[in-house]
């Protein structure tokens, strides 16, 4: 910290600044820590004993965290125009992350305050996500394994369907050359009879 008020006067803006960003930044880390370990105590029990004393110190984190930030405001509109510029553009991020993270736990309680059944810790859905993506996965794995079932089957028909065709074909092969001998045997049959004819007019 800064010390008493005769180290105060020999220390120059730039100092003074640096000084009050430090703080900035450690009283925004304790508040996202705090933050964290409020949410998991709610997760556990949303009446948990310690849960008011965490939630009034990020609270007060975070009350610090905006003085340093009105501070760190003071200081850069007193530096030289050659480092005031990025100065104030560094006190506006740090505004803006500030901010965020006060509706942000502000939102929260009052969330928690509204309704405790519903609120749900970031594991608990992230669980839940998972737990989804697992059913969803292996419902995915059934219907592959239905539809390579159902195409092997398919390719079974197709093989049975072509082996059939194949029989089909030799067998009408087979009629053909059957229906062809009985041509010729019909015709030789026809031949005999004429010749007995002839050969029985002869002998008379």
């Known amino acids: ?24 930044h450690r ?12 949410k998991n105590l709610a997760t556990l029990n949303q009446n948990h004993k310690d849960l008011p004393d965490v939630s009034h110190f990020v609270d007060e984190l975070l009350k610090n965290a905006q003085d340093c ?6 200081e850069a509109m007193a530096l030289p125009p050659t480092s005031r510029q990025s100065c104030v553009a560094k006190v506006a991020g740090y505004r803006r992350k500030h901010g ?5 736990f502000a939102a929260y309680k009052a969330r928690l305050a509204a309704d405790p059944d519903d609120l749900e810790s ?13 059913r969803d996965n292996s419902r995915l794995g059934q219907a592959i394994r239905v539809g390579s079932e159902s195409e092997q089957v398919a390719r079974d028909i197709k093989l049975g369907l072509s082996s059939n065709s194949d029989k089909l074909s ?9 229906q062809f001998q009985l041509s ?17 007019l002869m002998l008379y």
């Open 1 to 24: 910290r800064l010390g008493n008020m005769d180290d105060l006067s020999k220390i120059d803006v730039s100092e003074m600044f640096a000084t009050y960003e430090q703080d900035y």
């Open 100 to 104: 965020q993270l006060a509706r942000d």
């Open 122 to 134: 970031d594991s608990s859905k992230v669980d839940r996500y998972l737990h989804s993506l697992a």
């Open 69 to 74: 930030v009105k501070q760190m405001e003071l």
């Open 27 to 38: 009283f925004v880390a304790e508040a996202e820590a705090n933050v964290r370990k409020a």
């Open 170 to 178: 030799k067998m009408s092969a087979n009629v053909g050359r059957v």
């Open 184 to 200: 010729l045997a019909n015709r030789l049959a026809d031949a005999i009879r004429r010749n007995e004819t002839r050969n029985r």
